[in-house]
Nanobody, 122 residues
Framework: QVQLVESGGGLVQAGGSLRLSCAAS????????MGWFRRVPGKEREFVAA????????YNAESVKGRFTISRDNAKYTAYLQMNSLKPEDTAVYYC???????????????WGQGTQVTVSS
């Protein structure tokens, strides 16, 4: 079992930055690939970024390439999502997820956090 808690969300103006954190507890963090997803009310949860257990492999959604960066610190049991050049369309609840296999598909992740709200004003 892995427990995940997101933090770092909030209200920011367009063009600004936020860094989300995902603190994990339970089984060894380095066993798991990590993903970030987001959901806008009325829409499906969508993939944002993912990182392998070692940090050597990362994937990003096209909509965030060049603006968002996923990273992890296995010693701190924490994954991060650095979000720069934020746009109003990035407004969503952001979730982190963990699974032993790296994937961009939400259905492949077994463990999820509760989410953190990010609101970007224009």
């Amino acid at each position: 079992q892995v427990q995940l808690v997101e933090s770092g969300g909030g209200l920011v103006q367009a063009g600004g930055s936020l860094r989300l954190s995902c603190a994990a507890s339970g089984r060894p963090f380095s066993m798991y690939a990590m993903g970030w997803f987001r959901r806008v009310p009325g829409k499906e949860r969508e993939f944002v970024a993912a990182i392998s257990w070692s940090g050597r492999t990362t994937y990003n959604a096209e909509s965030v390439k060049g603006r968002f960066t996923i990273s992890r610190d296995n010693a701190k049991y924490t994954a991060y999502l650095q979000m720069n050049s934020l746009k109003p369309e990035d407004t969503a609840v952001y979730y982190c997820a963990a699974d032993q296999q790296l994937s961009t598909m939400k259905g492949e992740y077994h463990y999820w956090g509760q989410g953190t709200q990010v609101t970007v004003s224009s």
